[in-house]
């Protein structure tokens, strides 16, 4: 039994909230039962030297967490000099994720950064941050339509993220910190709106997992990621 | 006329929500008109070390801003390896506004770290943060009495803050962002609920001001402390 | 055709020679064609002061490259302060799937800092690295056991790791740099000698990969993990 | 009664030492007391990359402090990657209040960079140091004109500051480091030659104070900052 | 009498093997017995931009030890933010070096960096790495002059550099690690092919050195030089 | 003809003040002709975690120069983390060179620190701070017997430096700026009273120079030294 109570391939609720930042050109509040994650989508009016000439844009994406997001303070990583390897590896792939369903040319020599601040942090914040961020982007661009700055819309589909794991054993999807800090294997899947993998992430915490335990994660995946690129469709109607 | 056609001893409107923060033990979510800042008191399980021995607690704050809290997008601190000077010189206002109306020896030898973090910021954002702080410490207090932590309450008084200004030669208070960019002179005052000065900070960004001048912001600042308090009493009763 | 003419299931020719390092309690030289890794395992007077009282040992892994390991020579990380993100990431991949095979209490409160130095890079850095590196700790652990700091083998079993990617729409193992650099997927798997799973990563560059080039990725995984565990077999016969 | 036996509004003995840096084009070792500050005014052959176009210049400040300046040794702040943060605050107070009395399209678009280095340190250092930097500038801009780099001269006033406090509940003048420290009240006031606040800044280090108060130490600084400018003016004659 | 028993002015068996790095453009594995050093060669494409215009060339060094080249392993530069000053002391060593029998502008305008990375450390590290640099610049030289980068061998003579020594009282030459860190004092030469010096440091580790004692060591130095320029014309030939 | 007009191997004129810094236990104002440098002694409370259970002190240098001690102004280092290499360097040979005259168990467990901080710079700063560091310390382990801190002089002897160099051909002693930045050769010498070298560096900036003007450089340096031992003699009488 998980300790939520939730059926082992039942997702938390999800809200997309959008517009919730004034300044942005696109924002999604997005919750994953208590995780809580604030996406903003700012258009840079000049990107990265290296952009310049080469006929595309960019999206890139940085994520935080305040320090008592979390059940006990966590020191700022403004002290370290650097974002956390953690940090690093968690932009990395929101941005890469965003980027495999964007149409990179049709945004212009320009860059969006997709802002992803966790407000609250129960478990999964890096899969909230992926697909709330896929919002912020989208309202971004419609943004940019509505004034000319780009004639199409740059998004070729949708994307979304969830975790799976093995709790007690038992293959489940979406943990919450009380099971992810207990599990055996820990797995991220990144799918677009038409099924294909953008990213998969396994790492065995404890003792190593089979080939069909992996299969049996995928499949959880898969069923999370088309409820929430559903959500994705209704917040956008 | 204000841009916002506010009279000029006029405060924006001004909310102080409470429990905002699942996982803190005292949080605060504090709104001057657009600009909002998420207080949150954390209590430490153990303070620095010079604490030891001493007979006493410690309240200390640290302040940061969502990089699109502001109009245009804000590179983050994390790079920078410290926080700028601007941070460094808000939190330091902030901890000792906090400390002013404190009894550190009824703390104990621990340490409470309030964060405050700008989601948006219209100006104002460090008086707002002082209001706000002021209600997440109280409540980590008496989460603290209801766990027999402590047994008398450390506060001694209210304080809260507010900004005044000269904006096109006329003293008014609570500046907006597109005022406090265009003013000649920007002052943040920091009193007690009882009306004792904490800080003062005035500085000519254009011409200099007279003493005059700083007598009539002192005098728009008390009249806005006044209300800022009497909204933390409502919030706490 | 690969640009080596080499099969879709073949290795490059793997070497693994050990003591390679006069001062080291275990080292050993892994080379997976021309790519080059020097692991040194060194056992370290005192480990971290969190292991203290906790009865157990720690394996930790550093990686870096030397600067002409590249066809064009990379800048040094020591000037930015901080190991890069993808450093970091390595880093700590290599350590979790030493861990995954270690009996950390058989340790004792020590640790064993794991060095993997790439002094030629082509592709599969990270992958010869781990294979390597289980060698230099194995050699370690004989060296602790010949000098009766330790009584029992802490390895549980083998660990190695492969790469292998969709190279123009067609799944091979382990890419050297050419093909790395093109490829549309990209996987990394670190499996133990048993054939369990202790790491799954795999990213589309280009565009998303189905569930059925996975699976065909992981079957050649599990090929080429077993010829690498077979070569660590004969290496420390 | 004081420490030193002052009257109350009683500056501590002041000189002004014009052209103690050789290579400086203006310099100044000004003493209040035992404070000792040497301030250098170094024409900067390009400014910063902003100024290009503008059509005016720029007037900045450093400050720091020798290691024994202060009664215990005080580390170097070069190890910390940043100047602390009450440095910063030191050296953007400074900037502020020769900038606010420098016209500053006189200047053409070069930039002077005032340095303001303590070489002993017994109180207020900042106030020293504001006072001392205003005739190394304006010795600065006359090797300027005297090379005809500039027609006019820059400065529109004198500008001087100087501490006051609320020691042992009396308001005083120009507080000596053994003051300062045991003050109830501190605060700082930049004036022009003409009588012009620039900047004041009050913080109570113990219990609040009081707009009377507040308005006493205020009458103080005023007559400090006259004899102060009529030294400078006998120092530059 | 030495603990390797050699006499005091015989060096240890010194090897110089070329091209073993596959990308660089000159590369030398030199080994002064225990000691090895890996020395790459690199043309960079652009190089610092105060060349430009200059009409010369550019030969810096970089220079890095690996963890456990030494006895007990040393902590890797990368987590302090700069190489340490021992480092850039031996990096600028070794870069004037080259610099002093090096044509720059018959380089053009192009930088050679030589990266020395330590694999082994057993004492006289920088005077390894400085005698190998110079094969892998000859070779750098060799390969751009095939290619037609530049018309006429930029390199004027031989450069090479050894360690000598005050152990036990007597002058000995080319310390290795045991002898080094027992010396009274401690001295490296580097020399031209034509018996120029270069570099002479001496330092007395523990009691001062007479005149006589420099003189003796020089002597012992120059002996050393002239069989490791020996070698280098072997290594070339 | 040398620019100052100066004999060969004729000093600048030399001037040891004592007792410049009020707070200090020792402190010496050096001049070496326009070169300035202030050196401090401080005892520290606390030494380094090393030293304890050691049965011996610590003395320990660090150096600097103001920003516009130079012809040019010389940006702070404070912004780069680190103090430059060259900083290190040098302070690691004034902690070397006083260490050597110095009989640490004489100190007890506890650290100095001189600091030499360059006021005005005109060549030579390193070997001027050396010969008014050896002052600083003296007056500090003076102060220490007239508080019975320790009972005898740790002492040994003098120790002084003076620079050398070959400039436009010829051997000369204590070069100025114009010379050093011309000089072909440039060496610093560090010798004890008794005549003892403790440290020789030479160095050619162009071409190499010969083991005849090594010797000669050296003769100047012991003449010059002779006199600056003198000078430090009288000093302290």
Not at 50 to 73: C, D, F, I, N, Q
Request: glycine residues 10%; charged residues 25%.
């Amino acid at each position: 039994m998980r300790p939520s109570k939730r059926a082992n391939d039942e997702l938390r609720t999800v809200t997309l909230e959008r517009a919730v930042a004034r300044y942005a050109e696109g924002s999604c509040l997005v919750t994953f039962g208590q995780t809580k994650v604030l996406c903003t989508a700012s258009l840079e009016e000049r990107g990265p030297p290296w952009l310049r000439g080469s006929g595309k844009g960019w999206v890139t994406a940085e994520y935080s967490m305040l320090p008592r997001a979390t059940h006990e303070r966590t020191r700022r990583e403004v002290n370290s000099g650097k974002p956390s390897g953690r940090t690093q590896e968690i932009q990395r792939l929101i941005g890469r994720s965003l980027r495999a369903v964007t149409n990179l040319p049709a945004i212009g020599e320009r860059q969006i950064t997709v802002d992803c601040d966790v407000i609250q942090a129960d478990g999964g914040t890096r899969t909230a941050a992926i697909t709330g961020a896929w919002i912020a982007l989208h309202d971004c661009f419609t943004w940019m339509r509505g004034r000319s700055i780009i004639s199409v819309d740059p998004l070729r589909e949708h994307v979304a993220a969830i975790s799976c794991g093995i709790y007690k054993g038992t293959p489940v999807l979406d943990l919450e910190y009380a099971e992810d800090s207990a599990a055996e294997t820990d797995a991220n899947f990144v799918m677009t709106g038409s099924g294909g993998l953008v990213e998969v992430q396994g790492t065995a915490e404890g003792k190593p997992f089979s080939e069909a335990e992996l299969i049996e994660l995928l499949r959880l995946a898969r069923g999370g990621v088309e409820q929430l690129v559903s959500l994705q469709k209704q917040a956008i109607a």
